[in-house]
T-cell receptor, first 113, second 114 residues
Framework: AQTVTQSQPEMSVQEAETVTLSCTYD???????LFWYKQPPSRQMILVIR??????QNATENRFSVNFQKAAKSFSLKISDSQLGDTAMYFC??????????FGKGTRLHILP | KAGVTQTPRYLIKTRGQQVTLSCSPI?????VSWYQQTPGQGLQFLFE???????NKGNFPGRFSGRQFSNSRSEMNVSTLELGDSALYLC?????????????FGPGTRLTVT
C-alpha cells in the first residue's frame, strides 16, 4: 500500500529564513503525482505546488520549490524568504494512476517575527 | 468568481442520527471531491464525483455516501452517525475529472457527534 510520511510534526523558523519540510512516500508505481498543500489557521486549504513523477525538473512556484528525488522517494518543500503568512499546516500528498490521493499527517509550520 | 462554499459550517448531531452536508463548487467546475480531516487519521479521501457520477471512492464504510446534481452541486450523507465521525469535512472542486487538476477547497463543515 502507498504511504506518505512527514517526519516533522512541527517546525518553527524566523521570518526571512529558509525552511525545508520533508516528505517521503512509498509506492511501486512509476507514474504518479505529488503535491504540497497549505492549510492556514482557520482558512481554506490551497495547493502550493505539484510535481509529476515523470518530469525530472523540480517544480517551483515563486518562493516555494521542491526537491524531488524519485529513486529515494523523497519530495521535500523548500520555502525561501519565509513570511508570517506562511504560518500554516503543510500536507504532502501522493496520487496514483487510479486517482486515489493519500495525504501525510502534516507539518505545522510557525514563522516567528 | 465565487469560491467553493459549504453548508452548514458547523453541525452538532447525536449518535445514530444521519447528516447531509452540501458543497457548491466554483462555477464551471464539474468535479467535486470530499475529504474527512481528523486529528488522529489526518486527511482522508472520501469520494469524487464528476458529471453526476461517482468516479472514485476511498476506504470508508457504506454509511458514507454522496451524490452530485446536474448543476455540479454535491451532497454528502452519513447515516447512523458514530462518535468517530466527528471531523472537519472538506470538499474541493476542480475543472477536470482527474485529481491531478488543481483542486480548490471550501472552508469545511465541522461535524461534532455527541
Amino acid at each position: 500500500a502507498q504511504t506518505v510520511t512527514q517526519s516533522q510534526p512541527e517546525m518553527s523558523v524566523q521570518e526571512a529564513e529558509t525552511v525545508t519540510l520533508s516528505c517521503t512516500y512509498d509506492t511501486s508505481e512509476s507514474n504518479y503525482y505529488l503535491f504540497w498543500y497549505k492549510q492556514p489557521p482557520s482558512r481554506q486549504m490551497i495547493l502550493v505546488i505539484r510535481q509529476e513523477a515523470y518530469k525530472q525538473q523540480n517544480a517551483t512556484e515563486n518562493r516555494f520549490s521542491v526537491n524531488f528525488q524519485k529513486a529515494a522517494k523523497s519530495f521535500s518543500l523548500k520555502i525561501s524568504d519565509s513570511q508570517l503568512g506562511d504560518t500554516a499546516m503543510y500536507f504532502c500528498a501522493f496520487m496514483n494512476r487510479d486517482d486515489k490521493i493519500i495525504f501525510g499527517k502534516g507539518t505545522r509550520l510557525h514563522i516567528l517575527p | 468568481k465565487a469560491g467553493v462554499t459549504q453548508t452548514p459550517r458547523y453541525l452538532i448531531k447525536t449518535r445514530g442520527q444521519q447528516v447531509t452536508l452540501s458543497c457548491s463548487p466554483i462555477s464551471g467546475h464539474r468535479s467535486v471531491s470530499w475529504y474527512q480531516q481528523t486529528p488522529g487519521q489526518g486527511l482522508q479521501f472520501l469520494f469524487e464525483y464528476f458529471s453526476e457520477t461517482q468516479r472514485n471512492k476511498g476506504n470508508f464504510p457504506g454509511r458514507f455516501s454522496g451524490r452530485q446534481f446536474s448543476n455540479s452541486r454535491s451532497e454528502m450523507n452519513v447515516s447512523t452517525l458514530e462518535l468517530g465521525d466527528s471531523a472537519l469535512y472538506l470538499c474541493a472542486s476542480s475543472l477536470g475529472a482527474a485529481l491531478s487538476y488543481e483542486q480548490y477547497f471550501g472552508p469545511g463543515t465541522r461535524l461534532t457527534v455527541t
